[in-house]
């Protein structure tokens, strides 16, 4: 498996569900970076979570992280359907720079 | 708020032909990064930049590839004599610093070679 790998690939959910999506990676990291990305768009920075941290808010998400497990989780609460979108971790590791490392993507559709 | 910007949006070229894809980041900002996402894949890192030189470069990231920071606002990638493969949206980010922070994207560039 590659480094940053979610899942589920897709998920369809219907508005007001929660929606949950995984993200697995192999190497030792800096932080963890969930992004947002729109049909077509540019990424946008959702959450950070460093290697320290366990969990982390900001409004309807929250961020888990388990390095022993080198994996985290992505939850977005009360879904809307203007949630739709595709949603990459970024696993951040040093290697005398900052790299980041982008996920294949889970492409989220909630219904309306 | 400042944003990256990018141009053009979209560019049809043929193959063999050179194109350049142009990136303004935010301005405080000193690393700076390319990524290609071919449609409906992964975003690929193809090599980040900072003081002047390249940092990092993926295998991707070829003799056919360059990087430039001309005059201090501008970043721009370079292709030499482009491939079908490489059709693609490049999108280029950066961060403030170092410390392996939020990159800031900008709305990318749709590449069609022909």
């Known amino acids: 498996s590659q480094q940053g790998e979610e899942d589920p690939q897709a998920l369809s959910i219907q508005e007001g569900e929660n929606a949950t999506m995984n993200c697995s990676y192999k190497?030792?990291?800096?932080?963890l970076q969930w992004y947002r990305q729109n049909s077509g768009r540019g990424l946008v920075h959702l959450i950070l979570?460093?290697?320290?941290?366990r969990e982390k808010h900001s409004g309807r998400l929250r961020v888990t992280l388990d390095t022993s497990k080198k994996s985290s989780s992505l939850l977005i609460t009360a879904s809307r359907a203007a949630d739709t979108a595709s949603y990459f971790c970024?696993?951040?590791?040093?290697?005398?720079?900052?790299?980041?490392?982008f996920g294949t993507g889970t492409r989220l559709k909630v219904l309306a | 708020e400042p944003e990256v910007t990018q141009t053009p949006s979209h560019q049809v070229t043929q193959m063999g032909q050179e194109v350049i894809l142009r990136c303004v980041p935010i301005?405080?900002?000193?690393?700076f990064y390319w990524y290609r996402q071919i449609l409906g894949q992964k975003v690929e890192f193809l090599v980040s930049?900072?003081?002047?030189?390249?940092?990092?470069k993926s295998e991707i990231f070829d003799d056919q590839f360059s990087v430039e920071r001309p005059d201090g606002s501008n970043f721009t990638l370079k292709i030499r004599s482009t491939k079908l493969e490489d059709s693609a949206m490049y999108f280029c980010?950066?961060?403030?610093?170092?410390?392996?922070?939020?990159?800031?994207f900008g709305p990318g560039t749709r590449l069609l070679v022909l």
């Open positions: 979570i460093r290697s320290n941290e």
């Open positions: 301005s405080n900002h000193l690393y």
């Open positions: 190497t030792s990291i800096n932080n």
């Open positions: 970024a696993t951040v590791v040093t290697s005398g720079t900052y790299k980041y490392i």
């Open positions: 930049f900072y003081n002047n030189e390249i940092s990092e």
């Open positions: 980010a950066s961060i403030t610093r170092t410390g392996g922070e939020t990159q800031y």
